[in-house]
């Protein structure tokens, strides 16, 4: 066996070489981000306010003034069909990827009693995919009648096909009603069609009208691939990906279970440093709501229902407390762990005391922060290339 000082001089030129190579592993992951993530290859040429602005427009010539509502933004890829549409061609794609596209925008509104919202979808390039009116149940309405609905579902039907330059015979074929409750408060008339394509049999491109009350309040168009031609021409279901998945599994359970029974034993002996723990907890806690805090995530799918009793300070109260969890048990293994590490390396947590003390600039906190930057650029590496 090799000398302890040896090893420890040997192990500090691996860290030293770790640390300089950080660069080229953060360009690395980057590389390989740009080449499999389609969120990061999809290019976007409208800002948030452009969208609002066309969205308001859309949300008018749908009969709906939206002026003074809160208002919510979504960007949502679609990995299949961005890899399917990579490694297809001809007019037919291109008609395909028009009205079905591999990511969209959609923009929300909500109405300030939240009886009702209206959600715009966009594509990348800024043009309008459709849109869907949810309106309160309790609003009374007339129904027309079937002949009716479906003259408004025509017309709706005939501009998005003369829009899209379709000119092959599509049939609109009803789907059926929905009555609403209580009783006598609207019915909603459904209408779906769909288009083949003869050279991409794989995907199944299905529109959907809706009309309540005589009004136009849903036209939507959905691209989907086949599941089996999904699971065997873009998903990769080897058994080694399936071998990584339980080793993952099964790593994740270890360290649980060693943490806890670390945490108790520590616990117990009276090693436990409960006001680093909450520290830790808040600061990780704080750092995660920010993230629903400056976004919509925590607000846009709530704002789908109409008449929603539930307020936006209650939403964000129930976020705060799950991210607090969350917060605590990152809290709790690093309480688990803390006693050991500063038992077997003396002195490597000096930094975070440092740190919790005030001495933000001091050199145990700045050699924290560059150790830290570099191990996640590798970390961010290894990921991507798993």
Request: with cysteine; glycine share 8%.
């Given at each position: 066996?090799?000398?302890?000082?040896?090893?420890?001089?040997?192990?500090?030129?691996?860290?030293?070489?770790?640390?300089?190579?950080?660069p080229l592993a953060?360009?690395?992951?980057?590389r390989?981000?740009?080449?499999?993530?389609?969120?990061?290859?999809?290019?976007?040429?409208?800002?948030r306010?452009?969208?609002?602005?066309?969205?308001?427009q859309?949300?008018?010539?749908?009969g709906?003034?939206?002026?003074?509502?809160?208002?919510?933004?979504?960007?949502?890829?679609?990995?299949?069909?961005f890899?399917?549409?990579?490694?297809?061609s001809?007019a037919?794609?291109?008609?395909?990827?028009?009205?079905?596209?591999?990511?969209?925008?959609?923009?929300?509104f909500r109405?300030?009693?939240?009886s009702?919202?209206i959600e715009?979808?966009?594509?990348?390039?800024?043009?309008?995919?459709?849109?869907?009116?949810?309106?309160?149940?309790?609003?009374?309405?007339?129904?027309?009648?079937?002949?009716?609905?479906?003259?408004?579902?025509?017309?709706?039907?005939?501009?998005?096909?003369?829009?899209?330059?379709?000119?092959?015979?599509?049939?609109l074929?009803?789907?059926g009603?929905?009555?609403?409750e209580?009783?006598?408060?609207?019915?909603?008339?459904?209408?779906?069609?769909?288009?083949?394509?003869?050279?991409?049999?794989?995907?199944?491109?299905?529109?959907?009208?809706?009309?309540?009350?005589?009004?136009?309040?849903?036209?939507?168009?959905?691209?989907?691939?086949?599941?089996?031609?999904?699971s065997?021409?873009?998903?990769?279901?080897?058994?080694?990906?399936?071998?990584?998945?339980?080793?993952?599994?099964?790593?994740?359970a270890?360290?649980?279970?060693f943490?806890?029974?670390?945490?108790?034993?520590?616990?117990?002996?009276?090693?436990?440093?409960?006001?680093?723990?909450s520290?830790?907890?808040?600061?990780?806690?704080?750092v995660?709501f920010?993230?629903?805090?400056?976004?919509?995530?925590?607000?846009?799918?709530?704002?789908?229902?109409?008449?929603l009793?539930?307020?936006?300070?209650?939403?964000?109260?129930?976020?705060?407390?799950?991210?607090?969890?969350?917060?605590l048990?990152?809290?709790?293994?690093?309480?688990?762990?803390?006693?050991?590490?500063?038992?077997?390396?003396?002195?490597?947590?000096?930094?975070?005391?440092?740190?919790?003390?005030?001495?933000?600039?001091?050199?145990?906190?700045?050699?924290?922060?560059?150790?830290?930057?570099?191990?996640?650029?590798?970390?961010?590496?290894?990921?991507?290339?798993?």
């Open positions: 066996m090799l000398p302890r000082r040896i090893l420890a001089k040997k192990t500090k030129w691996v860290w030293i070489a770790l640390l300089a190579m950080a953060y360009y690395a992951g980057v390989l981000i740009l080449n499999i993530d389609p969120s990061a290859r999809i290019g976007i040429n409208y800002d306010e452009q969208l609002i602005v066309r969205a308001e859309a949300a008018m010539q749908a709906v003034n939206v002026a003074g509502w809160d208002v919510y933004i979504r960007f949502l890829p679609n990995t299949n069909l890899y399917y549409y990579k490694y297809r001809g037919e794609r291109e008609l395909a990827k028009h009205l079905a596209p591999d990511a969209e925008f959609k923009v929300r109405a300030p009693d939240r009702e919202n715009v979808a966009f594509d990348v390039d800024g043009h309008r995919l459709g849109f869907t009116h949810n309106i309160s149940k309790t609003k009374t309405g007339k129904d027309p009648g079937d002949e009716k609905s479906r003259e408004i579902a025509e017309a709706a039907f005939k501009t998005r096909l003369a829009a899209a330059g379709i000119t092959v015979p599509v049939e074929k009803s789907a009603t929905v009555s609403n209580p009783p006598n408060t609207g019915i909603a008339r459904q209408y779906t069609w769909s288009h083949p394509f003869a050279t991409l049999p794989e995907l199944k491109l299905e529109g959907t009208i809706k009309v309540r009350d005589g009004v136009l309040i849903s036209d939507r168009i959905k691209g989907e691939l086949e599941p089996v031609f999904t065997t021409k873009l998903i990769n279901d080897s058994g080694f990906k399936l071998l990584s998945v339980l080793l993952y599994g099964l790593c994740i270890i360290v649980v279970i943490g806890i029974y670390r945490f108790v034993q520590r616990a117990r002996e009276k090693e436990i440093s409960y006001s680093r723990i520290l830790i907890a808040l600061i990780f806690a704080a995660m920010s993230f629903a805090f400056i976004t919509d995530a925590a607000f846009y799918d709530t704002s789908e229902t109409p008449d009793s539930v307020s936006d300070a209650v939403i964000m109260f129930i976020a705060s407390i799950f991210y607090l969890l969350f917060g048990i990152i809290g709790l293994a690093y309480g688990s762990g803390e006693g050991d590490m500063r038992e077997g390396f003396p002195g490597k947590l000096t930094s975070l005391d440092s740190l919790l003390t005030g001495k933000i600039f001091s050199r145990n906190v700045a050699r924290s922060v560059v150790t830290g930057w570099a191990f996640g650029g590798w970390l961010m590496l290894g990921v991507n290339l798993i």
